[in-house]
């Protein structure tokens, strides 16, 4: 009998070892579901840079300000950059001015840091005056 008490208390301490286990994971979903619920904008001025043809690099100074309902640490970032721009701590909202010269779209993300999930985006697209015609004609002609 005294091996059925050992074992029935086994089995009990298994038990509470799994609800507490089940506890904790809902108690982590909880949180990830609530990091992601952050409400975030971002405005980036001027909208579009315009080169004089297209192929050719827009020069451009951006302003870029983000604003957050959550205080925390933040980074911005521009597509295909591994580097932050910038990076705030403990703050909800930043602002940050920058040239650039680019002959694509510059896009920026706002994340948290560590993260790599964008929070908020912006783009600065890029306009021709004038557009890159066709291939110039190179056809012979005898008559």
């Known amino acids: 009998m005294h091996s059925k008490q050992r074992t029935f208390q086994f089995h009990r301490l298994l038990k509470q070892i799994k609800n507490s286990s089940l506890l904790l ?6 949180s990830v579901a609530n990091a992601t619920d952050i409400q975030a904008s971002m405005n980036v001025s001027p909208e579009q840079c315009v080169a004089m043809r297209q192929g050719q690099s827009c020069y ?5 300000s983000w604003q957050v309902d959550t205080p925390g640490n933040y980074c911005l970032y521009t597509e295909g950059e591994s580097r932050a721009l910038n990076c705030w701590e403990n703050t909800a909202k930043g602002e940050i001015k920058k040239s650039f010269d680019s002959k694509v779209n510059l896009e920026f993300s706002l994340r948290r840091q560590n993260e790599s999930s964008s929070l908020a985006s912006a783009v600065v697209k890029m306009a021709w005056v004038h557009k890159k015609k066709g291939q110039a ?3 012979w002609r005898i008559f």
């Open 60 to 64: 451009v100074s951006v302003q870029l």
């Open 137 to 139: 004609r190179k056809s």
């Open 25 to 30: 994971m809902l108690f982590a979903i909880n």
